[in-house]
T-cell receptor
Framework: ELKVEQNPLFLSMQEGKNYTIYCNYS?????LYWYRQDPGKSLESLFV?????AVKQEGRLMASLDTKARLSTLHITAAVHDLSATYFC??????????FGTGTSLTVIP | DTGVSQDPRHKITKRGQNVTFRCDPI?????LYWYRQTLGQGPEFLTY????????KSRLLSDRFSAERPKGSFSTLEIQRTEQGDSAMYLC???FGTGYYGYTFGSGTRLTVV
């Protein structure tokens, strides 16, 4: 079974700082997705990465995918409070289901 | 039709009771998925449908769980003889095709078994 690991699990950062969340997965896949979840809410799609070397940016978030290293990163630039949420990466396990990481709970401190 | 709808949003039930949840996917999406999310964890796959056919079930889906999608549109997830361990958020998602561009998730049904 495909395993997906995220680190860190918890991240507390000050406004204005930069940080990176890492997502490693255990078997070959070239499709990876990032979602955001606010407390008690559902998952909101952030990025869709569909090939090796893919890089997507939206506002203060940038995601990349290295399929050879089985690694995706979510980089946060100049964090603001509104980014506080839990971030999940999900890997396509072959077209029938996604495998999710355990999530990274991000708190941005003013 | 602006998204995936789930009903109810919250359900509190006594142990041993049966519960049923409903999911209405995005109308043009032919695939529908059920996931379960417990506190502090990522969503875990339960089952998926392509049109009305249930094509895959996780081992997490015990005999007490049953899902249907009778006309290839809405879906129901029933849990019989609920246990405290069933307490979780049940998420429905839909996609067009294999979900190449990702899934759209509903708001979820939070189940609490007391």
């Amino acid at each position: 079974e495909l395993k997906v690991e995220q680190n860190p699990l918890f991240l507390s950062m000050q406004e204005g700082k930069n940080y990176t969340i890492y997502c490693n997965y255990s078997t070959t896949s070239d499709r990876l997705y990032w979602y955001r979840q606010d407390p008690g809410k559902s998952l909101e799609s952030l990025f869709v990465l569909l090939s090796n070397g893919a890089v997507k940016q939206e506002g203060r978030l940038m995601a990349s995918l290295d399929t050879k290293a089985r690694l995706s990163t979510l980089h946060i630039t100049a964090a603001v409070h509104d980014l506080s949420a839990t971030y999940f990466c999900a890997v396509d396990g072959g077209g029938n289901q996604f495998y999710f990481g355990t999530g990274t709970s991000l708190t941005v401190i003013p | 039709d602006t998204g995936v709808s789930q009903d109810p949003r919250h359900k509190i039930t006594k142990r041993g009771q049966n519960v049923t949840f409903r999911c209405d996917p995005i109308s043009e999406h032919n695939r529908l998925y059920w996931y379960r999310q417990t506190l502090g964890q990522g969503p875990e796959f339960l089952t998926y449908f392509q049109n009305e056919a249930q094509l895959e079930k996780s081992r997490l889906l015990s005999d007490r769980f049953s899902a249907e999608r009778p006309k290839g549109s809405f879906s129901t997830l029933e849990i019989q003889r609920t246990e405290q361990g069933d307490s979780a958020m049940y998420l429905c998602a839909s996609s067009f095709g294999t979900g190449y561009y990702g899934y759209t998730f509903g708001s979820g049904t939070r189940l609490t078994v007391v």
